[in-house]
């Protein structure tokens, strides 16, 4: 296992666990924690779930760092329940990303992407439902250039969206553990999360080169992959 993978994976969870201590232990996280979250969203019943999900699609399908919102959705319901929330969430937003550059961004995405789009065209037409997995199982890249990316090009919509589903999977329940252990043995969840983050880039970077098949998705992705010049970091927003 690449050491660098793994402290760069504790440092990005340490830092969101102390963002949370933060929170609960200062004026700031009297506003935010209990003014908003148990206000509107925990034990809020059907209509915190609701309100949640919506401001996950919109944060996620503006391209902000999802694992933010898989964090706060460990925090505000559970592991259990944050997970499955964050990765629909997620989905959401990338099915929102998708069909805006669809139907009507598709002049905005290829001026933006052009490359980008014919990479991801090329990259997924053959068989969409596992090469979108190994998009998603990468630590690296940009979660809202592939949604547009994908959906100038003729990738199919239904496996792209459940390839993106299931490659959420991993990073969402490192952070939805990670949210739902704030104080609660802190130590042994950052590690727990720190293990696993390095085990899911490591195994994502092995499938991408194992079965790619000699395509490339995008130049700066394979050059760090290829070259081992720089660790993979998670997914992140444009």
Known sequence: MNSSIL????????????????????????????????????????????????LGLVFTGLGLPRQIICFLAGYAFGFSQGVGLAVVAATLGCIVAFYFARFLGRDFVV?????????????????????????????????????????????RAAPFFIGSLIGYLPQTIVFALVGSGIGIDPVFRISLGAVLFALSGVLGVFLYRRYRHGMAFDDDVDRKLDNGADAPRPETGP
């Open 7 to 54: 402290l760069r994976g504790l440092a990005l969870l340490t830092s969101l666990v102390l963002a949370g201590f933060v929170l609960k232990s200062t004026q700031l996280g009297a506003v935010f924690d209990e003014a908003w979250i148990d206000a509107y969203v925990r034990g809020q019943g059907p209509g915190g779930f609701l309100i949640f999900m919506c």
């Open 111 to 155: 001026q933006k992407y052009p490359d980008k789009v014919r990479r991801i065209d090329a990259f997924l037409k053959h068989n969409p439902l596992a090469m979108t997995l190994l998009i998603r199982f990468l630590p690296l890249g940009s979660n809202l250039a592939t949604n547009l990316a994908a959906g100038v090009s003729g990738v």
